[in-house]
């Protein structure tokens, strides 16, 4: 783990200097949470400069096993390095506050906090902005070559069993397709006549799959009807593969590994949007149009594991059933979706028909595709199932203890396990906020939430590093 001290050390650098932005936010609101988010600067670049300085002469070496405890180190302790700021903000307890700093850097959005100053949320917005980026990263440069519930593996042929994680090279390719992306989606909210602080906050939250939003935020959507069209595409970029968008940006599309996989995807979209639109049409006494756009919106948003409803209690008039089964199987592999994902479960699908194919007919010759799901990548895709299924079913025990009925259960653990807080809506149903629950219950969350950024099955990979190889 000596080697992960570099990394770990920039992850702490980034996160310190993305809390100059609500210190500034803070400071020129007046809202006296300017010195903490200064702080936390200070206290997040001497730890990185700590860890940089003191491992500097020694060589940077990461295999694949230490690349995946080291993003799970990511993942916990950035969010405790923001805890402090969120709790003296919200004014929370320190539990509390991590457990909302966990939910926005994996990009969750499950939160107890429906108001706060304006610094408290643009932070949610850059922590969820940078966990977003830091999922792409983390799936293309370690948990692909990892083999981690069967991924399409990125590593260069001929490689060996062990090999050097090349993070700032994958960074370097995914960056700018995501920085764009970001800064078009504030561009054309501006455009459509929303301030500089909603068009900001959602862009944070679409581009990163997330949903912390201001009460601002949540307004326009309601009220407005061009940023749900505006952000329409943006939600089905964010649940497609990074490598089909460098694709369709370099005009390569019909090259992409990922082309069938997101075509699929959007037709999914359109099928159950038109179903969700449907079903807004016959229950929430909605127009034709509007109910098309809402159900349209909400598909989208379901299936990039974001959960951003077009208005607030949107998803109320949707049976719970449906709209767990959508965010349980989620968007396309290398992208910021949570979830199943659609490659694996078209795997399976084709894994199934070859399978039910050879009973009939026993001598049958068929093709064999890498995408079709065979040999190690074929275990890997129902390790990373039966891992989803497991993990689901320990949450939904778990986080059980002060909950009203099953279906809260139910909901509060699909919205952990993918990384879509706004499945459980607790204002709306009346549930009690997840941060309030007994601790162990709130620890399994933030270990769910951590799983789901990490795979599901990169949980117990580092799991059993931790207890059997210490």
């Known amino acids: 783990m000596i080697n992960a001290a570099h990394p770990l050390a920039a992850a702490l650098a980034g996160m310190g200097a993305l809390a100059l932005v609500p210190a500034a936010v803070a ?19 001497f730890v990185a400069g700590l860890l940089r300085f003191t491992m500097q002469d020694r060589p940077v070496r990461l295999t694949r096993t230490g690349g995946v405890a080291l993003v799970a180190a990511i993942w916990l302790l950035v969010p ?64 692909a070559p990892a083999g981690l519930g069967g991924l399409p593996d990125r590593t260069p042929r001929g490689g060996a069993a062990l090999d050097v994680v090349d993070l700032v090279a994958v960074l370097r390719e995914t960056a700018p397709a995501y920085v764009a992306a970001t800064g078009l989606i504030v561009v054309l909210l501006l455009m459509g006549g929303e301030s500089f602080y909603v068009a900001f ?61 997101s075509l699929v995807i959007i037709g999914w979209w359109a099928v159950l949007g038109v179903v969700v639109g449907a079903i807004l049409y016959r229950t929430a006494d909605a127009p034709s149009l509007e109910a098309l756009r809402d159900g349209l919106f909400s598909a989208a948003s379901l299936i990039s594991t974001s959960g951003i409803g077009p208005r ?102 699909a919205a952990v396990v993918t990384n879509t807080g706004p499945v459980y809506d607790a204002a709306g149903l009346g549930w009690p906020a997840i941060s309030s629950l007994p601790v162990g219950s709130v620890l399994v969350a933030v270990l769910g939430m951590v799983a789901g ?18």
């Open 312 to 413: 607030d209690g949107s998803y109320e008039s949707l049976p719970a059933g449906l709209v767990i089964l959508v965010v349980l199987l989620g968007g396309g592999a290398l992208s910021v979706a949570g979830g199943l994902k659609m490659m694996r479960l078209r795997a399976i699908l084709l894994r199934t028909r070859g399978d039910l194919m050879r009973l009939v007919y026993p001598h049958l010759v068929q093709p064999a595709a890498l995408e079709g799901g065979v040999g190690s990548v074929m275990r890997g895709i129902w390790a990373g199932a039966a891992s989803l299924a497991f993990l689901f079913g320990v949450c939904a025990i778990a986080l059980s203890p002060g909950l009203p009925s099953f279906q809260a259960a139910l909901a509060a653990a």
């Open 27 to 45: 400071a020129r609101t007046g809202s006296g949470h300017a010195p903490i988010f200064l702080a936390t600067f200070a206290f997040a670049f």
């Open 201 to 261: 906050t959602l862009a944070t939250a679409v581009v990163s799959a997330g949903a912390h939003l201001p009460p601002e935020a949540q307004l326009a959507l309601t009220l407005d009807e061009s940023p749900k069209w505006l952000l329409l595409p943006f939600l089905l970029w964010s649940a497609t593969s990074v490598r089909w968008h460098r694709a369709l940006l370099t005009r390569r599309v019909n090259a992409a590994p990922e082309q069938v996989e």
């Open 80 to 143: 405790l390095a923001a805890t402090p700021s969120i709790a003296i903000a919200a004014g929370l307890p320190p539990l509390a506050a991590w457990f909302e700093a966990v939910s926005a850097f994996t990009a969750t959005g499950l939160t107890a906090l429906k108001q706060g100053p304006a610094s408290l949320f643009v932070w949610f917005g850059l922590l969820q902005w940078a966990g977003g980026l830091f999922t792409v990263v983390s799936a293309v440069a370690v948990l």
């Open 453 to 470: 950024r990490l795979e599901i099955i990169g949980l117990f990979v580092v799991l059993h590093l931790a207890v059997w190889r210490t």
